[in-house]
Nanobody, 124 residues
Framework: QVQLTESGGGLVQTGGSLRLSCVVSGRAISDFALGWFRQAPGKEREFVAAISKSDDGALYPDTTEGRFTMSRDVGKNTVYLQMNRLKPEDTAVYYC?????????????????WGQGTQVTVSS
């Protein structure tokens, strides 16, 4: 069984930084294309970042490009999301996700496994 567990969320001021972690159990993270998504109250689930199965590429939307960086540590079987220059509009529950059978994807519906989520709140 595959499980994803996020941590590292919390309260931070505008302009601050936060690093989220996602520990994957059950299979090696190198088996997956990996992604981060977020969902704020009253909004649809939004793509945040993705890295390829072979870790040879990454994708970011305009809302996070240049501020967020996704990475992985195969030795710890852990995925990270470094978030810098945070804004109030970044406030949301953040989810990590893993997809089988694809090199990379940004579409929420294509991911097979999801974590429980961790709350990020950016104060103004």
């Amino acid at each position: 069984q595959v499980q994803l567990t996020e941590s590292g969320g919390g309260l931070v001021q505008t302009g601050g930084s936060l690093r989220l972690s996602c520990v994957v159990s059950g299979r090696a993270i190198s088996d997956f294309a990996l992604g981060w998504f977020r969902q704020a109250p009253g909004k649809e689930r939004e793509f945040v970042a993705a890295i390829s199965k072979s870790d040879d590429g990454a994708l970011y939307p305009d809302t996070t490009e240049g501020r967020f960086t996704m990475s992985r540590d195969v030795g710890k079987n852990t995925v990270y999301l470094q978030m810098n220059r945070l804004k109030p509009e970044d406030t949301a529950v953040y989810y990590c996700a893993a997809a089988m059978g694809v090199k990379i994807t940004t579409v929420a519906g294509t991911f097979d496994y999801w974590g429980q989520g961790t709350q990020v709140t950016v104060s103004s």
